[in-house]
């Protein structure tokens, strides 16, 4: 098994409650059609938007999901499934995912309560896959959302200024690293400096040097200088192992071909300005300033705002752990089954997390500019009138992925669209305001039925 998820076809990948819900589901002969949603129920504090990101692991480990053998026996000699049938176990051996599911693709961008995913199969297939459609969409929809910040902040003034992921060594393991890369691609950032992301996820990769490398030579010059040798048209010099002037001063002198020099500590703003100076007047201006070292959107912003001569920032802890806002309170909730003939609606009522019934489709509303307005959340049959652009599309069917995934750089050109289309009071870093979203008079009226329905049953009881 391959530790990223595009390689994973293991169905363990799953909390133990999904499979003790999957056996009893089966010895009580219950396997009816269930529609089960993905959303967010709130946004992040100071997030107005997120953007869609995971999808396509999602489809991936739909298509190849099975049970292997060594994973039945497992089961077979927990204890907790010591009075489950052994025909369970043998269901297991040829399960597969056979479901629908409908989704919102990903680089779109998506606010609190609209479903992403949308997943109707028998309900012991749609009940096993949640915890791992959790886990993606959560991740991978929380890194993009970040990464969009930190490239926002880098370009608020309309300069372009590149900014790469730097993050895989603070990443919550190599796997959240390299997921962080794709979706911080996602989000804007140009390259990653995780060396499995560019080979898996052909993504552009970039580096410089430790400063172990500097501290590995007597001399700075000499590692300045053997770099170069080794790496003549990538040179980029790490200047502040121990004093940052000096080093650019030093970094002048190995000659004009370097292409660019890096701070890594202090004061961002004070010492680009003086290394700005000291390659100017070397005549150097073509050499590029990167920044790195705790870096966040406000921090960027800061920056950026006060005129630092800064070319490439590189964002490590911050971003692939979203520090300011390390989780993302995804849900997966049934809200319909079908019985034979009948369908029957769910819902929860309870305080805070109440839920609504039925499929569902958001749709989005435009001005004559093509900016974003509204977004409306209704059932899934309704036609809410002219310029309704709905979201959620047709993924797979009977567990067949319906069309190829389109490629990363499509996704986060998809990202960036949209973006643009986000006026900027809904993206500002701070305190941004909320984006409308309503629900449909329908939607509304199927909830209160259903309310209904659930109280006069409990007076019944």
């Not at 176990?89 to 779109?108: H, K």
């Not at 552009?204 to 501290?215: E, F, K, N, R, Y």
């Not at 070319?311 to 752990?321: Q, S």
Request: glycine share 8%; proline share 5%.
């Amino acid at each position: 098994m391959g530790i990223i998820g595009d390689t994973r076809d293991n169905a363990l990948l799953t909390d133990l409650y999904e499979l003790t819900m999957a056996a009893g589901y089966f010895q009580h002969g219950v396997n009816h059609t269930a529609t089960f949603e993905l959303f967010v129920r709130a946004l992040p504090p100071n997030r107005s938007y997120l953007i869609v990101a995971g999808v396509e692991q999602v489809l991936t480990y739909l298509s190849r999901l099975r049970f292997h053998e060594e994973e039945i026996r497992f089961l077979q000699q927990h204890p907790i499934f010591r009075h489950v049938p052994p025909a369970f176990f043998d269901y297991l051996r040829t399960f597969r995912f056979r479901g629908e599911v409908w989704g919102i693709p990903e680089g779109n961008l998506v606010f609190a309560e609209e479903p992403i995913l949308r997943v109707t199969a028998p309900v012991i297939e749609a009940q096993i896959v949640e915890t791992f459609l959790l886990s993606m969409i959560n991740f991978q929809t929380l890194i993009a959302t970040k990464a969009s910040r930190v490239v926002w902040a880098a370009g608020k003034d309309g300069k372009r200024r590149e900014v790469a992921d730097f993050g895989s060594r603070r990443a919550h393991g190599p796997e959240a690293g390299v997921l962080a890369a794709r979706a911080s691609y996602i989000g804007g950032c140009t390259s990653t400096s995780n060396t499995y992301a560019g080979m898996f996820y052909q993504i552009p990769i970039s580096g410089t040097m430790a400063h172990s490398w500097v501290m590995s030579f007597n001399k700075e010059e000499e590692a300045f200088r053997a770099f170069h040798q080794s790496f003549p048209e990538a040179t980029i010099l790490l200047i502040d192992t121990y004093d940052t002037e000096a080093g650019a001063h030093l970094a002048v002198q190995i000659g004009p071909h370097i292409r660019g020099v890096r701070i890594d500590s202090g004061n961002a703003w004070a010492m680009s300005r003086k290394v700005r100076a000291i390659l100017d007047r070397a005549g150097l201006t073509h050499v590029k300033i990167v920044v790195s070292g705790d870096l966040n959107e406000y921090l960027i912003q800061d920056l950026v705002d006060r005129g630092a001569p800064i070319d490439f920032f590189g964002v490590g802890t911050e971003m692939v752990t979203s520090k300011d806002a390390p989780a993302l309170g995804g849900v997966y909730k049934l809200v319909e089954q079908e019985e034979g003939e009948k369908r029957r609606y769910r819902a929860k009522f309870s305080v805070e997390k109440a839920t609504y019934p039925g499929k569902k489709q958001v749709f989005r509303f435009l001005d004559g500019e093509g900016r974003y307005v509204k977004d409306l959340i209704a059932r899934e049959n309704e036609v809410p009138g002219r310029g309704a652009i709905p979201l959620l599309v047709p993924l797979m069917k009977g567990g067949e992925q319906l069309a190829p995934s389109p490629s990363l750089p499509e996704i986060q050109q998809k990202a960036r669209d949209s973006l643009s289309r986000l006026p900027e009071v809904y993206r500002r870093l701070d305190n941004p305001r909320p984006y409308p979203v309503y629900k449909s008079q329908a939607l509304e009226a199927l909830f209160q039925q259903v309310q209904q329905e659930q109280r006069a049953f409990l007076k019944e009881r």
